[in-house]
Every structure is written in C-alpha cells, then in structure tokens.
C-alpha cells in the first residue's frame, strides 16, 4: 500500500507560502499515493498545519502546484484556486469545530444535504456513519452536551460521510486524554483499513506519526527533511534534525581514531573510551577528526545483556535509575559523557553501581559535528 | 478555457487581484467616515470661519476669541467637571463594594440585587427623574410636604433643583448601576485559586486584598472609572431639567441653550463643544491605551469562587444594597405612575386629587400619537439598519485582512466617547449646511442615522465579540462539507449568531427610544418622538402628560430590554461555549 513507485494521487510542487517575510512553507514538494496514511510530522511552526490548510483550500499558496488525481487544485501560474468546498476533502479540525446548534445527526448530515442526496439515503449514510465511529444512537443528541472524545468521532463521521477522496486530520487527538488517545489510534487506524481513504495526518507527537502513518514526511522550518516509511526514518535518518526528533538518542562528542573499510574507530571520554561504529552518515571521516556519535537507548545493552559481547564495551556508572513501569530508565556516566540506556527489571540494578555497557558497532552512527 | 485564459490575459493582474470583498469593505469604510468623522471635520472647521467682507467666510480664531466672553461660557465647563467629580466620587466606591459583595460575598438574594441594578440601568433617566421631582420638588414634593406636616417645619428640607439633587439623581440613575454591571464579571471570573494561593502563602484575608485581588482587578477598575468619566461627562437630561431653575448650567445645557437662541449661536455652541473635546481627549486616549493593553482578568473555565462568609454582616449588608436597589426602582416608578393619575401634579390636598383624565386626554391627543409613532418607527429602523450595519462592520474587522480595518474600528468606537450633544450638534452641521443632506432635515431619516451612531459603538463590539468566539473553524469546516460562503452563512453563522443580532436590535430600538441628548437639536415638531415630547412637557411644566409620555417610554423600553436580557441568557451564555 506504501512506498514510492505507486501512482501519485495528491501532489504538492514547489509549493510556498510567505507570512510577511516569513517563510512558513518553503518550496515544498510532497507526493502522497492512494489509500495510504501520510503523516506531516515537525515542531510546532514548522508549516505542518499551513501545508494541510493549503491542501484543504482554507489558505492559498504564493507560489507551487497542487494537484489531486490528475486535477489542478491551485496554480499559481495559471491563476488556478479551487474553494474548499469544490474539493470534496473530509477533514477533522483540532477543536473539533463541533457546531453548537447542530444535533450529531444534523451535523452528520449537513454535507449531504449540501449534495442534494435524497432524504431517505441521508438518513441511511448518516446512521451507518455514526454506527462506524461508534456513536450509534447518539444521533438527537445536541453536539456541544457530547464529551471531548464523542466530539471528535462526530467530527469524523461529518468528514466520512460524503465519502471524501482525502481525509484530513489537524492534530486529531492533541485534545485528549492519554488513554482515550491510544484508544482512538488504533479505531482510526482499523477505520482508515476499513475504509480504504487516504488520510492526511498532522502531527507534533512523534508516537502518533509513527503508529499511525504509512508514510512520514518530517517537516522543519517550511522545508521536507525526509520521507519515509516509520521503521526507515527512525532507524535511518538522514539528517540531525531527523534523528533528534524522532526517538531519543544520546549523543557524544568523538575523535576518530582510524578508518578500514565502511568501519570507523572512535574515542569519546576523558579515559579515552574506544569503540567501532559501522553506521557513517557523511562528513569526512579521517583519523584526528571531530564528530557527533548518536546512539538509541534501546540499543545499548546494559549489564548481564552486555556480558556475551567481546568488543565495543565499556564500564559505565549508574547515577540516577527511574522506574518507568516495564523496565528502568538509567542514567549513565562513563568517561564524564552522560549517558540513556534501558536496562530490564529483573536486572536490579543500584545508584552507584559501575555495570557493563555494549554498543552493537552498527547502532552507533556517526555525524558531522 | 481558451476563451477564459484569453481574457484573464487582458486584465492587468493587479486588478486581478482587486477581489469584490475589498471593495464592499472600502464602501462601508467610506460611510463610516461620512457619518463619523466628516461631520467632526465641519463642526471644527466651523469653528475657524468668519464672517469676511462681503458676506464671505474666511479663516480666523475670531470664533474662539470671542466665544469666552458669552455668558456663562466658563461657568458651564467649571459645572461640567464639578458635577462630574462629585458624582463618581461617591458612585464609584459604592459600585465596587456592591458588586463585590455580591459577587464574592455570601450575601443573600443576589438574584433580586441583580436585577435592581440591571433594571435601573435600562429606567431612561427622564421617567424616573419625573418620580424624583415629585417627591423631591421644593414646593409639592411629597417627601417635602411629609417633613413639613411631621415637624411642623416651615419648608422641606430637600430640592431636587439643585447641585446636590443633580447629583442625587445621577446616582439614583445609571451611574451606580451601569459601574455595577461593568464590573461584576471582573469580580466574578477571578480565579479563586489566586486568592487561595496567596493564603496558603501566609497573607491574611486583608493582606490578600491589598496584594492579590485590588491589583489583579486594578485594569478592570481603570477602565471602569475612565468610561464612567466619559459617559458622565456626556450628560445631559438630568441637567437639561434640574439645571436651569437654579441657573446651573453644564457645558452640554450651555450648547443647548445657545441653539436655541433665536438666532441660534452655532458659532459659540461649536467652540464650546470643541473646548469640551479637547478637555476629553486625555481621557479618550486614556481608555484607547487602556482597553488594548487587555490586561483584564483572565477567564478560566474551571475557577472556584472564593466566598467570604459575611456571619452576623449579611442581612444588614443585603438590606442596606437591596434598599438601595428599591430606592432607584421601584420608588421613583412608582411615583412617576402615581403622578399620571393626579389632577394637579403633587398637590395631594386637592378635593378631587386623582383622575384619569391625563390618560384619556393624552392617548388621543395628535401630537402624542405622532410622538409614539415617530418613537416605535425611529427605533426600529435604527435596530434593523443598526444591526445589519453593525454586523458588516464588525465581519470586516473580525474576519477579513482588510488594510484599513484599523480605521474602521476606530471609527466605530469613536462615536462612543463623543458626547451625544456633540454628536447632535455635528449632524445639524451636515444636515443644515451640505446640499445634498439639506433635503432630510426635519424628517425620521435624521434621527435614525443619529440613533445608529448612537448606538454604533456598543452593537459593533457585542457582534464583534460573539464573532470572535464562534472560531473561525466552524465556518472552515462547513467550507470543507461542500458549503459555498452564502450557504455556511445562513446555516452556521446566522444561527449561531442569530440570538446575540436580536439582542442588538433590541438594544439599539431601546437606547433609540430613550435617547434625548444626540437627537435633542435635530427634532423638529414634525419629527418629534416620545422622549422630546416629554422634555418638552416638563419644560412647559405640563408634568402630568410629562408623566403619562413617561409611563409609555418605560413600558417600551421595559418590554424590550426584557426580552433582550432573556435572548442573551438564553443563548449567548449557554448555547456557545
């Protein structure tokens, strides 16, 4: 269903937008294939919303190509702007924008009158609607009585309704509660499964785009950074921003100490700690040279987990362990550098424990400074 | 396509980009500066005209050399702030401990005080001060004759003819009430966490006055005391009816004394009003920096009310304000309702004291009938113009990037602070002296325009505020449902918006209704409405028909400001959210 190759459905060419002189989306090009979830993914003010509203037709671009199954949306060129309303795009609004007078059922139903469907079939596609979302007998309800999370699933039954050639979600769930959040991801993405739309979400939350998305388009300062399936962007980012952004990673200051091959020897630490990293990401790697080693949490194997391993260990010192649940949080130093690792809970380690570290040579990658 | 591409090709692509709303919001602009700031520009340019030889007008500060030496020029800007100073100096402590009390206090019967004030609010001034005069009058006042039959005193002891009965009425007006309702939600949405916090922190319920609370609600307190110096400042009728007997005379009597003078002295009328303005703008000015630092409470939407438990305080407390309450409502309407009925205003003694001949005589008399109609179609006019003009306004400010939008807020906010008799005076400038408007002098089209003015101000920001809140979403996600701009407006925004443009119509037909001081100057005999009719009563000292014209005005205004307050409870706090 994902990946390049496919047929594109909904593209974005060069597509900008200046606010003043700020540029809130900066030469953008995106291709998004039929049927996928495609998150836009980046801090806030990264332009990730802007781009959606442009897709949507809510803001007009200044400059660029928009293009929906072979249909100009807007062009700057040749002076093509296609109102929202021409669009038939779905979309879920961050506040919900639940219209206040509006029952579920006449809210639901509102974009099918607007259609001229007959009254017998609206009232059909409505209750199937909200049977899918999970809101079956709600229909007299007046909305604004509902609570958050109803809300949201009026909001998406008014944008499914009328069966939209894209559904567009603007930080969908940042209104609810953690448990309702988990809960809701994984009915939208069964629905989307169900449904077969192609939805376009818009995310800060890094777990969101990950669970959710197909496909990810990481997005800072106006600009794509990369994109990529999920597994892909966060086992290889292409870029610091990329990796900082998404997972968490320690990150040490390192001198190479000699190359062979795609390996290099690397020293971090104030006693000289050496290790081998497989995983070079660009810069000119030479002995003597400066750079950024970067290293997943998840990836360091702490203790007893480390001991089977004969190279590319150290000793580090346990200062400071949380107690997250499933596993321990340990905070380590080793050579005065700190760093993250996960380490299981029948490892029963101690504050002030010195433990044995391993860090497999490929899960440590190397960065121009 | 072809076709279309060819001719887009020919059109210059910025006129292209000249789109129709520029040039809707571009006419409302340009009639708000023809109804606000044009007729400003001719009254000071008026100011600056003398006669020059040969029946010419030249430039010259003839006008304002001249205009201090007419008689009781100074005098009547000295009263102005004189009356206004010792007005707020006891109405405004009294609103801040009422509303306080009421608010953060255990007090009981808040309901009923609530209503007082807002009652009071709506009474048009007029019909309670005839209630006032009757028991206050130095001669028949019935309270006047009370002390006299009681101790045997040669005279009352009250004159509602004088400085301290001006300010008594004033206060037993709007003055106390309107502070109130300003300030309540002030007191009202403050988060009682911020006083608990300080409490916590080891302040005592003093301390935490002094250093949380008063602070915190110091912007509110600001903008209320500098709107209430402005309104006060603006007023007119109270003086226009008390003043003279006594020869008192504040600045808006004054301009209204000079034009009617025959030949009426617009020449020195501007100067004052002017002179007047220039006095204001510190204040002006003051309100502008004041209302845009928007430092005002911040509303939570799950704050807790810290309420001081009162003890032994609480029904001493609640009947002091609830006769407060009484004494501004119900006592002078009661009164102005008793005086329809007397056969002699206030001579109780007569053999046949009450009748209902004032009645009779009044509701078929033609110039009363011509009255109430002038007054129900003058009124709602301005509500259906007024909230259709009110709405473009405030859609063009609030919802659209229009470059002058500034301006126009300006302009719409203006008309607030100006003092009505200024305003008045303005328009007979235009509807006198500019050929095109001449025509209309003299017919309702005057008055509506000057009610809509009137009016202007508080309907933009009511309409402007519920905007606001609606979210730009719920139209945004109508759009995305497939619905055009005309569709989404009247299934989302007419709706939605529906219940706060009724209670702006109504709004607007009561303030219409009651006004006196902008359409004063503009009345003619064929044009008058009731509110002239009845300072024309009291002028010629017909009080009883002044009391029957009264009756109607309250009834009127009562009706509608009835129904305006349960629009707004009904849907403006409790359908939006």
């Not at chain 2, 606000?36 to 000071?44: F, H, K």
């Not at chain 2, 004189?82 to 009294?94: C, G, L, M, S, Y």
């Not at chain 2, 001081?308 to 407390?317: A, D, E, I």
Request: with cysteine; hydrophobic share 50%.
């Amino acid at each position: 269903m994902s990946g390049a190759g496919a047929k594109p459905f909904l593209g974005l060419a060069h597509v900008s937008k200046l606010f003043g002189t700020f540029r809130a989306v900066d030469d953008l090009s995106l291709d998004i294939v039929e049927g996928e979830v495609f998150a836009l993914l980046g801090p806030s003010g990264c332009g990730k919303s802007t781009t959606l509203r442009q897709i949507a037709g809510l803001d007009s671009p200044d400059s660029g190509t928009i293009t929906l199954n072979g249909n100009v949306l807007y062009s700057a060129e040749d002076d093509i702007f296609v109102p929202p309303q021409k669009r038939n795009m779905g979309m879920v609004f961050q506040s919900y924008a639940i219209w206040p007078h509006l029952t579920v059922a006449e809210t639901v139903a509102y974009p099918l009158a607007l259609r001229k469907v007959p009254q017998a079939e609206i009232d059909r596609a409505v209750a199937e609607t909200l049977e899918q979302v999970g809101l079956g007998g709600f229909g007299d309800r007046p909305s604004p009585t509902l609570s958050g999370g109803q809300q949201q699933r009026v909001a998406l039954a008014r944008a499914l309704v009328y069966k939209p050639d894209v559904l567009l979600l603007d930080e969908p769930f940042s209104n609810l509660d953690v448990k309702l959040r988990e809960q809701m991801r994984v009915e939208l993405k069964q629905l989307q499964r169900q449904v077969g739309v192609t939805v376009i979400l818009v995310t800060h939350d890094q777990s969101e785009a990950l669970s959710l998305a197909d496909r990810i388009a990481v997005l800072n300062a106006g600009r794509v950074e990369q994109v990529g399936d999920p597994v892909d962007l966060y086992e290889n980012p292409v870029s610091p921003f990329v990796r900082d952004f998404i997972g968490l990673s320690t990150r040490l200051d390192v001198e190479v100490t000699a190359v062979h091959g795609g390996e290099a020897q690397i020293r971090f630490g104030a006693g000289g700690i050496s290790l081998a990293s497989s995983a070079l990401r660009g810069g000119a790697i030479s002995p003597g040279a400066r750079l950024t080693a970067a290293v997943r949490p998840e990836s360091i194997l702490v203790g007893s987990a480390a001991r089977s391993a004969d190279h590319n260990t150290f000793k580090a010192t346990v200062e400071t362990l949380l107690f997250v649940g499933d596993k321990f949080e340990c905070h380590l130093r080793a050579g005065g550098d700190a760093l993250l690792a996960y380490s299981s809970r029948g490892e029963r380690l101690r504050e002030g424990d010195t433990v044995n570290l391993h860090i497999p040579k490929e899960a440590l990658s190397l960065w121009p400074k | 396509m072809a076709e279309v591409g060819a001719i887009r090709a020919l059109v210059p692509s910025a006129l292209r980009r000249i789109r129709p709303g520029t040039v809707g919001a571009t006419v409302v602009l340009f009639v708000m500066l023809m109804l606000v700031a044009y007729p400003l520009v001719l009254l000071i340019e008026a100011s600056f005209l003398v006669e020059g030889p040969g029946n010419t007008k030249v430039m010259g500060l003839e006008l304002w050399r001249t205009a201090w030496g007419a008689p009781g020029m100074l005098p009547s800007i000295l009263n102005t702030f004189k009356r206004v100073i010792a007005t707020e100096i006891i109405a405004f402590p009294a609103a801040i401990l009422i509303a306080w009390a009421v608010a953060r206090t255990d007090l009981p019967g808040k309901k009923l005080i609530d209503t007082f004030f807002w009652v009071a609010f709506f009474l048009p001034a007029l019909p309670v001060l005839m209630g006032w005069i009757l028991l206050f009058d130095p001669q028949f006042g019935l309270a006047n004759q009370a002390f006299v039959a009681l101790f045997g005193m040669e005279e009352g002891p009250f004159n509602i003819y004088s400085f301290s009965g001006i300010i008594f009425a004033h206060i037993a007006a709007r003055s106390v009430a309107a502070k109130y309702i300003f300030l309540s939600p002030a007191f009202r949405n403050l988060d009682g966490a911020m006083e608990e916090a300080s409490r916590i922190a080891g302040a005592s319920p003093l301390g935490t006055l002094r250093r949380i609370v008063i602070p915190v609600l110091m912007p509110a307190f600001l903008i209320t005391l500098c709107i209430s110096l402005i309104h006060s400042l603006e007023s007119f009728e109270i003086e226009l009816i008390l003043g003279p007997p006594n020869n008192f005379y504040v600045f808006s009597t004054k301009i209204y004394q000079f034009i009617q003078e025959d030949p009426p002295m617009f020449g020195i009328a501007t100067v004052l009003g002017l002179a007047i303005l220039v006095c204001m703008l510190p204040l002006i000015f003051w309100q502008q920096y004041l209302s845009q630092r928007r430092s005002f409470v911040t509303v939570t939407s799950s704050f807790s009310l810290n309420i001081l438990r009162l003890r032994g305080w609480r029904w001493p407390v609640f009947a002091t304000i609830a006769a407060f309450g009484t004494l501004i409502t119900v006592v002078p309407v009661i009164f102005l309702v008793m005086g329809t009925f007397m056969s002699l205003y206030g001579h109780f003694g007569l053999a046949d004291a009450w009748t209902i001949e004032h009645w009779e005589t009044v509701l078929t008399d033609p110039p009363m009938v011509r009255a109430t109609a002038n007054t129900l179609m003058m009124g709602a006019a301005a509500a259906l113009i007024g909230v259709f003009w009110y709405s473009l306004v405030a859609y063009i400010s609030v919802r659209t990037r229009y470059r002058a939008r500034g301006l126009l807020d300006f302009l719409s906010w203006l008309p607030a602070s100006l003092p009505g008799i200024i305003l008045g005076l303005a328009l007979l400038w235009v509807f006198l002296n500019v050929d095109l408007f001449q025509p209309l002098y003299g017919t309702l089209a005057v008055l509506v325009v000057a009610c809509i003015l009137n009016s202007v101000s508080t309907g933009v920001q009511l309409v402007k505020s519920n905007m606001v809140q609606l979210g730009r979403d719920l139209e945004e996600a109508s759009f995305i449902a497939g619905g055009s701009w005309a569709y989404t407006f009247r299934r989302i925004v007419l709706p939605l918006l529906g219940p706060v443009l009724i209670a702006v119509a109504l709004l607007t037909f009561v303030a219409a209704a009651r006004n006196v001081s902008t359409i004063a100057m503009l009345v003619t005999s064929e044009n008058r409405p009731l509110a002239m009719l009845q300072v024309d009563h009291i002028v010629d000292g017909t009080f009883e028909a002044a009391a029957v014209v009264g009756v109607l005005i309250v009834l009127l205004t009562g009706c509608m400001a009835l129904v305006a307050r349960l629009v707004g409870r009904r849907f403006g706090f409790s359908g939006l959210r």
